[in-house]
């Protein structure tokens, strides 16, 4: 299994180099990484206010408490437009979040 910070060094390396554009497949949708400004895993979870976001995995994994409640693991897509509304593909698991990592970094190493 890829671990989830494997994807970022690949990713990384697709904004630099700006000659080589790859369009990813993610749960049936298609994005070009051109569009792309920030790529990232994320827990979304919920704080006992009721609040709802994404926030980092390594947040999550050292700083979450009894307040905070796991809704779905996810990769979140945000784009250079600023007013496009960011993409978040949500999974179950964490084993389901890492096989979708490891597929995006396939397809961003090419």
């Not at 989830?4 to 060094?9: C, D, K, M, S, Y």
């Not at 990384?12 to 298609?30: D, G, M, P, R, Y």
């Not at 979304?44 to 390594?58: C, H, K, N, Q, W």
């Not at 009894?66 to 698991?93: G, Q, R, S, W």
Request: glycine share 2%; aromatic share 10%; net charge negative.
């Amino acid at each position: 299994m890829v671990g989830v910070n494997r994807l970022f060094p690949y990713y990384s390396i697709i904004l630099q180099n700006k000659e080589k554009n790859v369009v990813v497949t993610i749960q049936n949708s298609t994005i070009d990484t051109d569009e792309v400004s920030r790529l990232y895993p994320a827990a979304i979870i919920r704080y006992a206010d009721g609040t709802v976001t994404p926030i980092s995995l390594e947040w999550f994994e050292q700083m979450a408490n009894e307040d905070v409640k796991l809704l779905h693991y996810a990769i979140c897509f945000h784009y250079k437009d600023e007013e496009m509304e960011p993409d978040i593909f949500t999974y179950e698991t964490k084993d389901a979040l890492e096989e979708a990592i490891a597929s995006l970094s396939m397809q961003l190493n090419g």
